[in-house]
Every structure is written in C-alpha cells, then in structure tokens.
C-alpha cells in the first residue's frame, strides 16, 4: 500500500517510521524536508492512502478531499468537528466512496488494555461494577508553549478521547450519561487537570486526567461481582503490570495472577498493520466509536461554565 503522510509533528513522524517503505510522500507547510508543502500538489495517483496527522482545525477539509479521491484514511484521534452530524456526512461519504476512515486510537493495541477487553469478555469478573482510569503526563509547559494545542477544553480533548475509548472497549454506555467533576487550568490557558464521571448507568465510570503528572503514569481499575483487575503502567513508558484478583467470599485474600509486559511501545506498528489488514479487506468505513466519543466530551465540557477553574 503506497501511503503520504501529512503532517510532519511528533506523531507524523511516528507515523512514517512505522509506514516504511510504503512511504511514498510527506506533507507539510513548514517542514523543510516534507515532499511537499501542501496535499494538493501530491499526484493523486501515486498513493492510496494518507496518514492525517494535522491539527484538529483542518481534519475535516483534508478528509473529505482525500475521501473524494477516493484514498483511505488514518487520521489521528479524536475526530472531532462541530456537531456530530458532519462526522455522519463523513461516515456516508466514506462508505459510498467504498474507502475506509479510521481513527487511530493506538492504545487499543496496548498489551493489557486489550487482554482486558478479552478478559471481560470472557465474564472474568461478572457483572462490572466500576472502572476508573488515572492517565497523567507531564506536557503542560510543551501544550502552553503551542499556540494549537493550549485551547479549548485541553487535557479533556487530549487524553480525554482515550480514556473514552478504553471505557468504550471495555463497556457500553450512553454518551449522554457523562459529565464533567473539575477542568481546572493550573498553569496553561486550557484546562491540564480534568475530572469526570458517569454514574446514571453501570458500570460505574470515574477518570482523571492531568498534564502535571511530572512522571508518566497510567492506571486503570475494573471492579466487578467476583474479582478485579488492576493495570498499572503503559509499556510505552517502562514495564507494564496487569493484575487479575478473584474474590473470595464471604471474605478473604484473593488468588491473584499477574503479568507483565516489559518496555517497549508495540502499539504503533500493530495500529498501522491493522489498518493496512483492514484497507486490503476492504472494510467499511464505521466512526460509531468517533461519534460516542464527540457527544461524550461535548457533554462533559457542556457540564461545567465553560471556562476553566483558575488556581
């Protein structure tokens, strides 16, 4: 598959590492050694997919003309837009084009995020009665310092859109049912400290999100009728502990099992090999999981006064 990325940041470049050799193209309007300065000056028929990793400003244009030309796209989380309805104009115009649109939302590909989808599947815990997720960074100063990223509703757009995805992985829930607990600006003009929940339907969900978590940690709890499990750390940081606690009743110590996934970030290549596999199968285009996600942080950041706490 010959693919061009556009955007050359951090995650273009990511993105174009892992591509290879089906790299046939690079795009960007300052990069000095991009291919080109803009997509339009790519001779559409030398690629058959693009790798969108722009601001989220000029997402919509640049799919739309890249659906029209009849590419696939990967374009990097979270799709978002004015109201959900232009992500359904997408979705349609994606399937009659008979090209797929993907939203990459790589940490679907970290080892035990997914070994605990599997895990739930399997009833490993029963009835699920609660998940709470912890994912914090220490970007702040890197987020002020950019004049796109340090706006709207920030660390809830950021890694909001992944906490909404793990949750999305592991249960279903109405969008509707989300709000927001705090978006406190700290240090940046957008929020870097953000609490949500959603308690009108179970599982139970809480997440905390911060860019002034000044050493990377992520941490995800699932609590269920007959045990727990417990994730401590993303193997793209260091190792990575998934423990599985079984209950023991009416109370006691539970049997415990534990794995662990040393460092090291797997979940770039699997991402790209996925939506390769799914390009050469030729699967629909399907943003239901986008739209879930445009409603549930539209309504979190509904929730509040819209402007951020100041400390």
């Not at 058959?48 to 400003?57: I, K, R, T, Y």
């Not at 997408?90 to 940490?107: D, I």
């Not at 100063?141 to 906490?163: F, I």
């Not at 050493?215 to 990575?240: M, P």
Request: charged share 20%.
């Amino acid at each position: 598959m010959r693919v061009v990325v556009v955007g050359l940041g951090i995650q273009g470049r990511k993105r174009a590492h892992f591509a290879g050799q089906d790299v046939v193209a690079t795009v960007d309007p300052v990069v000095a050694d991009a291919t080109a300065r803009d997509l339009w000056k790519i001779p559409v028929d030398s690629y058959d997919a693009a790798l969108l990793c722009v601001p989220d400003g000029v997402k919509l244009e640049l799919l739309h003309y890249l659906v029209g030309q009849r590419k696939h796209v990967l374009v990097e989380k979270p799709l978002f837009a004015a109201n959900a309805a232009e992500i359904v104009s997408l979705q349609k115009s994606a399937q009659a084009m008979g090209v797929l649109v993907y939203s990459a939302y790589n940490h679907r590909f970290e080892p035990h995020i997914a070994r605990v989808k599997q895990l739930l599947a399997e009833g490993a815990v029963g009835t699920v009665y609660r998940i709470s997720i912890y994912y914090g960074n220490g970007t702040a100063r890197l987020v002020r310092e950019s004049s796109w990223r340090d706006r709207g509703t920030g660390v809830l757009h950021d890694l909001g859109s992944h906490a909404l995805d793990v949750v999305a992985q592991w249960s279903t829930r109405p969008a509707d049912d989300y709000s927001a607990v705090s978006l406190t600006a700290y240090e940046n003009r957008a929020p870097d400290h953000a609490v949500f929940h959603a308690v009108g339907h179970s599982p139970h969900v809480f997440a905390e999100l911060s860019l002034l978590s000044w050493r990377n940690h992520f941490r995800a709890e699932v609590i269920g009728e007959s045990g727990s499990l417990h994730i401590d750390g993303l193997a793209k940081w260091g190792d990575s502990y998934l423990t599985w606690r079984r209950r023991v009743l009416p109370a006691g110590r539970p049997d415990e099992e534990t794995w662990r996934i040393p460092s090291g970030d797997p979940t770039w290549q699997a991402e790209y090999e996925h939506f390769s596999v799914l390009c050469m199968n030729h699967v629909s285009t399907d943003l239901s999981r986008d739209i879930h996600i445009h409603e549930a942080l539209k309504r979190i950041s509904a929730s509040t006064s819209q402007q951020a706490e100041r400390r």
